[in-house]
């Protein structure tokens, strides 16, 4: 189960936006407990965990994530920050660099926890998500069992997948749905 907390956001994230976090360039030395990027955007990107492993061009190929924190625009300050996690490394490095819509379905398509901002001063726009990712993952047929805690921003939540099938027609699908939880704050 993954916790998803959006409580210290001054940016937007849409995370139908690839360019939220796809590989762009590395940002110093990978270690064995971390390994930063910068997107095309320029967010930064930093993915922590355990015997983290690189192939010579710095791609995780061995060991165990545990969290990723997005600083949207690079600014300083964690926009959203995941934690919860114990995904394999290597395929999510490929995903990043590859394909990076991909990535939600991987670390969200479980029973997650999402933390809107429940405080005004935020000079986010709005925050648009989905509790397993954008699109169903192959061979998933159902969704988590999600809280989604909005706060009081402006966010554009939806409780299991935006896509489900390959969107080539005629491709038929079969996707249930998880037990989710949308809960707002009226300010």
Known sequence: MATVDLRGAIASIDIRTPELVKFGTLSGTPTATSWSYLTPTGNRVTVTGTRLRYDASGNPIAGTVSSVTIDAANDGGAD?????????????????????????????????????????GSSAKGVGLAGDGFSAR???????????????IAFGARGDVDRVGSGVSPVTSTYNGGDDEILGLVT
């Open 138 to 152: 192959a061979g998933v047929s159902a969704g988590g069992d999600d809280i989604i805690e909005m706060g009081s």
């Open 80 to 120: 959203l920050v995941i934690t919860g996690l114990a995904a394999a490394a290597s395929p999510l490095g490929s995903i990043l660099r590859s394909s990076p819509l991909d990535f939600w379905s991987n670390v969200l398509s479980g029973n997650d926890v999402f933390l809107g901002r429940n405080t005004d």
